[in-house]
């Protein structure tokens, strides 16, 4: 088993920039250990190797983001890449309403209102992933929008990992003023990574009334490794979106939390995964009903082939005084092969008496009625299998409100299926 | 021997079971075949194994479709070759829209044929055509393919998909059962206008009623898995006024 302390020292090197960090270091150093698979919440997915690694932290120039970008993804970018700043690369023009930057360039008022935010939503002291975060992070992106402000344009936070055996503990901040409302895609992408480790974690506020959307694009490449918290706080009456797109790594696991602090919110989660290979993909949800009267919509959707493995556990907590909560949950997997596996765990735990809430999972086939009725008109297997698996997942892809994201999805699930019998 | 469809002593059985017991039937083009018979006496299994359905194993002296081997066929190759089967129960996929998948499958039939995709423009107008033939709803076209239809709406839908396709050998099996007389006529009628010297139908049906509208060359009896007896139109008349029993009895006689 891998030493804490050892895999420990390769980070302590690096100097604590934000006042958490101290603190944080203390806690992970001090008595907080890694999760294991004897963890409920960490039963299926085992980090040890993850923990045993030597890292590196390369400086890598990229001279275009070109080969990274989603297509036809209009949109503001900010880079990063191996967790530094790429200025260059960036595009954090006038934009009404939203300041845009990394955090290392954050000054003045502006720092001082990151500061106060920053560590507030995310628990790094039951974590141990978010402590190793919190305690490392070099920077990332803080993102601000304005009360009341209409973004137009998707704001992109792209993080590259370039090279072998990166380590990158990526950190972004984003707050949304109330009545506001705006996009987000967090687009993660590799170049020749193998090895490979991503320990991300996103705050995001979403302010009275406001209305904002975070769609996490995972595309590191498939010898990668990434753990990600994404904090998401809510205020009365907002809504909130969050889209997880799987579409590459060798083992990633992400936390979605919600904090519904208060009343009339409504908060949506999808999340579409399709794993090969020896991939294992890994996604815990957590919405925490604090206050009455708000909804919460959750859908995620998952195909696995190979000797693949697909873990989901979704938990709603509804609170005593969290008297009239909707609450939804489903998650529906197709297993393509015999030795592919999936674990799903829904999970409800309520404790005020007025709530309508329901969950839900299932776990299938092809099916193989649709299959020969689609190939008696012509279609080849395959082709009637791509169609069928775009079926599946058009439930969730049609929350996908930006078109390029969606068509990205749907050619990322085709090429999944068009690669399997090659 | 027919050069369109030849079957020669078709077996098939399914989990043990022999359903099919020797079946000969030979289509020509420009025939209607009607194929009648008393429940489980091996209809729909004809239709499936023709169709290619894998659930079965199959054994023939051979099963030829314009010169080539069938039974060596994926369903999709016979579809490309010119294969159609209207399901008795048509499949509901959600999620699959009607149209892109005809759009889909045409496609496959040109690419097989060494011609280039349907121009969008074409489609559009073939479309238009083959939904005034079969009176469907340009609403249901669009769906996703049988999801929430109507039983009459579902074999419609057969029918229009079969028009898209232009087959050379359309197997209906029971495409009547469960339809209203104005269903059944739109059905039939649809099938007459799709009639011509280069295809022919297979009929698939429990009852006489959908052969007052398409008028079969052809009545087979099918039963116990073997065609006992074979007709003109007139034959289906006394199927309807006399019941099976009489050519149950005269079978099990032999």
Known sequence: MANKLDFLKQFDELTALFPAQGSARAVIHNGMEFPTTRDEYWKYTRVQALLGA???????????????????????????????????????????????????????ARKDQMLDHLD????????????????????????????????EKPICILQISAGK???????????????????????????????????????????????????LMQDEGSESAQIHSTQVAQEKDSTSKVVTITSSGNLVRNNLNFTVNGTGCESNMYGVYFTSGKQHIDNHTYVDHLAPNCNSNELYKGVMTDRSTGVF??????????????????????????????????????????????????????????????????LSKEAAGK????????????????EALRIYTEQFLQQKFEDLDA | MSDFLDVKNLHASIEGNQ????????????????????????????SSVLAGREEYEVEADHVKFLGKDLLEMAPEERSREGLFLAFQYPV???????????????????????????????????????????????????RSVNEGFSGG????????????????????????????????????????????????????????????????????????????KSGDKTLALELEEKGYDWIINEVEAV
Request: glycine residues 8%; proline residues 1%; contains cysteine.
């Open chain 1, 120 to 151: 507030r939503y995310v628990d790094r002291d039951r974590h141990a992933f978010n402590a190793l975060n919190t305690s490392y992070f070099q920077d990332g992106a803080f993102i601000t929008v304005a009360d009341g402000a209409q973004v």
């Open chain 1, 165 to 215: 055996l990166q380590a990158n503990n990526a950190r972004n901040l984003i707050l949304v003023g109330a009545n506001a409302k705006a996009e987000f895609v967090q687009l993660f992408a590799g170049q020749n990574n193998q090895g490979a480790f991503t320990n991300a974690v996103t705050e995001m506020s979403i302010g009275e009334g406001a209305n904002a959307s975070l769609y």
């Open chain 2, 153 to 228: 709406e579902k074999k419609r839908n057969e029918i229009f998909q079969m028009a898209m396709l232009q087959p050379r050998l359309g197997i209906l099996d029971e495409t009547d059962s469960g339809l209203d007389i104005d269903a059944l006529k739109i059905v039939a009628n649809g099938v007459n206008k799709l009639k011509s010297k280069d295809n022919a139908f297979i009929l698939i049906t429990h009852y006489q009623r959908l052969l007052n509208y398409i008028v079969p060359d052809f009545v087979h009896v099918l039963y116990n898995g073997r065609i006992v």
């Open chain 2, 92 to 142: 509901e996929i959600p999620g699959v829209s009607n149209i892109n998948f005809l759009k889909a499958a045409i496609n496959a039939k040109r690419a097989h044929q060494g011609l280039e995709d349907i121009s969008a423009k074409e489609f559009m107008q073939l479309v238009k055509e083959k939904q005034a033939l079969v009176e469907l709803k340009q609403s249901l076209a669009n």
């Open chain 1, 313 to 378: 556990n979704g938990k709603i907590m509804v609170h005593r005084e969290a008297q009239q909560t909707n609450a939804f949950q489903s998650n529906q997997n197709i297993l393509l092969s015999d030795k592919a596996t999936i674990n799903t765990k829904p999970e409800l735990e309520i404790y005020a008496d007025d709530v309508k809430c329901s969950h839900g999972c299932t776990i299938g086939q092809l099916d193989e009625e649709a299959m020969f009725y689609l190939q008696t008109r012509g």
């Open chain 1, 387 to 402: 169609l069928l698996v775009q079926a599946f997942a058009g439930e969730v892809t049609e929350h996908i409100d930006i």
């Open chain 1, 54 to 108: 030597s890292y590196a932290r390369n400086l890598v120039n990229i001279d275009s983001i070109e080969s990274f970008r989603i297509d036809h993804l209009d949109a503001h970018y900010l880079v990063f890449i191996n967790g530094k700043y790429s200025e260059r690369l960036s595009d954090t023009g006038s934009i009404q309403g939203v300041e845009m930057t990394a955090m290392s360039k954050a000054e003045g």
């Open chain 2, 19 to 46: 359903i099919l017991k020797g079946i000969n039937l030979e289509v020509n083009a420009g025939e209607v075949h009607a194929i009648m018979g008393p429940n489980g006496s091996g209809k729909s299994t004809l």
